[in-house]
């Protein structure tokens, strides 16, 4: 018989600790302190809160991996919440998770989300597979509904390297968990819609990582344009949107010295063209 | 109406001591060691999935002897409190020190109440911004703790072992020169059954190595097999192609 004693990270280890069995961080938590997870904190019924949203976030892939952005504003209601916040994150070291809605939630699940993916490969010894990670991040997502129903939904999109087709692979969700892949790009977020109309006249199949990049810096300025929840590049500020690239050589957050000078281009573009780059007309 | 046997508290302490060394001393060695980057851990283990050693945390890893589900089930305990107190606290909070403790408290109460005490010896071994700071504990089965400098051998040979690396151990060894010495010592252990003193040259394929390389960024531990380990044993690979390097 072990100790039955219940320790939250404390001196000694309980039982739950011993026990044999799950590889999954969230569902130790679940039986070990539920209080801990982002949905295990039930709310009174019938109310809503006022809470801080994060906005629009973008993918796509290139050959060979795929590039994620989101700009950096955050709001609640009228008021501009946050002008840096950050939207993008590394999931594990080949694949990265962006967030749209409630924030908080938001944040809390990727920190779960992040610490679940690198439980899972400690204890098993091996990473899961894309899929795997994906399906992962729908059941936390799905124990969320409750919050969701009060009007504190989570979007988040992920979007992950995978060795076996050698390519960026991008996945969307809804508030119920249900999991879509998309091909090619996806934007999640109130300025969606807007950047969604970029992402369809820009992308190519043949679009290399730095044009993805260029590509994903103005579908956002397209979203911010239209949108009014969703921040442009604030150069005065320095405040640029944050870009993760996912390929054969993991996850990388393109920096600023690499960032600032397309985000300069496009702005600069733009200076002529408000409306953007123009798309060939066929037939 | 029957009477059980009376047998003294001190003979219960000592049958079970005896009985986990037994078990601890059958099995194959372990060697913690500082070197000039870090801390490098040496295992004599055919097997290349059941791990004697293995990551905790970002900075904490975790070596064992003796029986593999006990102290298997202590590393995967370890890996859920340590991802606990980073997910609650901050991934900074998470310390060898507090891992060491939680570990003797649950050894420990293992040992005293249940019949049959846990037949292993682990160590919890953080590395620090500094040598200075690299911090390495030994655990045995009825939950002592010692706080080691320098190095820690464990398993069947522990004794023979220890009393070398007090003569040949010091500080700053590269990573080459001390992989080197922790393998000839390990070979230098009489194999359990054999009964022979000579010593054995030890193969990568019999080797668990990895280390916690001060210099890598956030998880500093890595596995060192394939190539890579024959390389820095100054032999040919006799292994199949992996990857130098891999985590987990």
Redesign the interface.
Known sequence: ???VRRS??????SS???Q?GSSS?AE??AM??PS?LPAGRPLPPGTSVDAVHGTTIVALTFAGGVAMAGDRRATMGNVIAQKDIEKVFPAD?SSCVGIAGTAGLAVEMV??FQ?EL??Y???????LSVDGKANRLATLIRGNLGMAMQGLAVVPMFAGYDPETGGGRIFSYDVTGGRYEEHRHHSVGSGSMFARGALKKLWREDISPVEAISVAVESLYDAADDDAATGGPDLARGILPVIAVVDSDGYRRVPESELDPIVRAVVAARQNRPDGPVAPITG | MSMPFYVSPEQVIKDKADYARKGIARGRSVIVLQYSGGLLFVAENRSRALHKISEIYDRIAFAAVGKYNEFENLRVAGVRLADLRGYSYDRRDVTGRSLANAYAQTLGTIFTETQKPYEVEIVVAEVGASPHDDQLYRLTFDGSVGDEHGFVAMGGSAEAISEKLRERWTEGLDLADALRLAVELLGSAPESGNGTEEPRVLTPAQLEVAVLDRERPRRKFRRIQGPKLAELLGVDDDSDDEPDESPG
């Open positions: 018989m072990s100790t939250s990270g404390g001196s000694s280890l739950a600790f011993l044999a961080f130790f938590l070990h302190d801990l070291e920190k779960l610490v690198e439980h490969e400690k204890i098993e010894g091996a990473s």
